[in-house]
């Protein structure tokens, strides 16, 4: 019998990812291990926010999104759930007045309604604004979680489908996406989680279905753009193969 040995054809490189989707993690310790409040913490991490979105501009990613409040973190006390919100409407007026500077367009994925009037107008003015920019979109995930998404979703489809706008047998996984916080926003390519934590913390169950994970113990207010650069490195040696073969 012949003998044909396979040759071995390694993976094209992967183009550089599109969006990119970071769990903001370990902002608590990085405060606690300094002997400073964990307010202080979040105060790092929103500059560091602010420094990675702009380098993920620069090098020409498309969106970056990432995990702000997650539905779980009213748990948290009234101080630190307050500072977080103070530093987001920080960011804000902020972001509102150098935004034609900036170029960057911001949209916030969540339960909203949760939030006060107050963030929400600050909201509403930046989503005015971002409307006339097209390019680099940070997508802001606050009062968020996975799991509420899909079923804030699945409310949405069930009541297109009792005023007989959608048909339950049609359903595909592409309309029920357009359900979601997320509708329109192509699925994330590499998911970052710094703090040495290995675990998905109900940030995007949907969109992460095949999604690269990175995981590094660097904590976010330490994170740079050469970390960025590290996840990106591991991404591009990544065979990316969506259940197929390659
Ligand atoms: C997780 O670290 C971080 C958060 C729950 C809050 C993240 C919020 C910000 C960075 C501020 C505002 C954001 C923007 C976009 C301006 P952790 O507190 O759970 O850290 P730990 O695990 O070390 O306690």
Redesign the pocket.
């Given at each position: 019998m012949a003998f044909f040995k396979k040759k071995s054809v390694s993976a094209p490189p992967l183009p550089p990812p599109k969006h990119i989707a970071i769990?903001?993690?370990?902002?608590?310790?990085?405060?606690?291990r300094k002997g400073l409040p964990?307010t202080a913490?979040?105060?790092a991490?929103?500059e560091?926010?602010?420094r990675i979105a702009t380098y993920c501009r620069d090098i020409g990613i498309s969106y970056l999104t990432?995990?702000?409040?997650?539905t779980e973190?009213w748990k948290?006390s009234e101080e630190?759930v307050t500072a977080?919100m103070g530093?987001?409407k920080?960011?804000?007026f902020e972001a509102l007045e150098k935004m034609e500077k900036d170029q960057i367009k911001l949209r916030f994925l969540g339960d909203l309604t949760r939030l006060s009037p107050e963030l929400l107008a600050l909201i509403d003015r930046t989503n005015a604004v971002s409307e006339k920019y097209e390019g680099f979109q940070a997508n802001?995930c606050l009062n968020y979680g996975g799991r509420d998404e899909i079923v804030h979703a699945a409310r949405a489809f069930a009541r297109a489908c009792v005023k007989g706008e959608a048909n339950p047998d049609e359903l595909t996984e592409m309309q029920f996406g357009s359900y979601l916080y997320s509708a329109g926003i192509p699925d994330p390519d590499l998911i970052i989680r710094p703090?040495g934590?290995v675990r998905v913390s109900n940030f995007l169950l949907w969109q992460s279905a095949y999604a690269e994970y990175y995981f590094t113990d660097v904590?976010?207010p330490d994170f740079t753009p050469a970390e960025l650069d590290k996840a990106i490195a591991a991404y591009h040696g990544r065979n990316r193969r969506f259940g197929g073969v390659k």
């Amino acid at each position: 019998m012949a003998f044909f040995k396979k040759k071995s054809v390694s993976a094209p490189p992967l183009p550089p990812p599109k969006h990119i989707a970071i769990i903001m993690d370990g902002n608590g310790r990085w405060a606690t291990r300094k002997g400073l409040p964990r307010t202080a913490g979040h105060a790092a991490g929103s500059e560091v926010f602010r420094r990675i979105a702009t380098y993920c501009r620069d090098i020409g990613i498309s969106y970056l999104t990432v995990y702000a409040f997650s539905t779980e973190n009213w748990k948290r006390s009234e101080e630190e759930v307050t500072a977080i919100m103070g530093l987001l409407k920080k960011y804000l007026f902020e972001a509102l007045e150098k935004m034609e500077k900036d170029q960057i367009k911001l949209r916030f994925l969540g339960d909203l309604t949760r939030l006060s009037p107050e963030l929400l107008a600050l909201i509403d003015r930046t989503n005015a604004v971002s409307e006339k920019y097209e390019g680099f979109q940070a997508n802001i995930c606050l009062n968020y979680g996975g799991r509420d998404e899909i079923v804030h979703a699945a409310r949405a489809f069930a009541r297109a489908c009792v005023k007989g706008e959608a048909n339950p047998d049609e359903l595909t996984e592409m309309q029920f996406g357009s359900y979601l916080y997320s509708a329109g926003i192509p699925d994330p390519d590499l998911i970052i989680r710094p703090s040495g934590e290995v675990r998905v913390s109900n940030f995007l169950l949907w969109q992460s279905a095949y999604a690269e994970y990175y995981f590094t113990d660097v904590l976010w207010p330490d994170f740079t753009p050469a970390e960025l650069d590290k996840a990106i490195a591991a991404y591009h040696g990544r065979n990316r193969r969506f259940g197929g073969v390659k």
